[in-house]
Nanobody, 122 residues
Framework: VQLQASGGGLVQAGGSLRLSCAAS????????MGWFRQAPGKERDFVAR????????GYTDSVKGRFTISRDNAKNTVYLQMNSLKPEDTAVYYC????????????????WGQGTLVTVSS
């Protein structure tokens, strides 16, 4: 499975971005998907996850109510809608696939994209 993340960029605080992660090589409709992020000088942290059908999602506390993860299995794509962005959301965002999608642990995900940079200015 190859994952291609896109949609990052520079946005002012309070703005919105939608990240996309397109999978190729095989269908990911049976796999959980997740988004992680890594800020400069910090470890990679969990952001959001979604199960194979899209019926179950989970978020880290800091993004609850602002970010929404979704997926379109017909397009083999997962999305992360990010609203009310804050400077502390600045990071490289990575999508990942694998496992059930019920875990926030990076160890549960077998496939990783290359990352897309999100920069939020104050």
């Amino acid at each position: 499975v190859q994952l291609q993340a896109s949609g990052g960029g520079l946005v002012q605080a309070g703005g919105s971005l939608r990240l996309s992660c397109a999978a190729s090589g095989r269908a990911v409709s049976s796999l959980g998907m997740g988004w992680f992020r890594q800020a400069p000088g910090k470890e990679r942290d969990f952001v959001a996850r979604i199960n194979w059908s899209g019926s179950i999602t989970g978020y880290t506390d800091s993004v609850k109510g602002r970010f929404t993860i979704s997926r379109d299995n017909a397009k083999n794509t997962v999305y992360l809608q990010m609203n009310s962005l804050k400077p502390e959301d600045t990071a490289v965002y990575y999508c990942a696939a694998g496992g059930s999608g019920y875990s926030s642990s990076s160890r549960e995900y077998n496939y990783w994209g290359q990352g897309t940079l999100v920069t939020v200015s104050s």
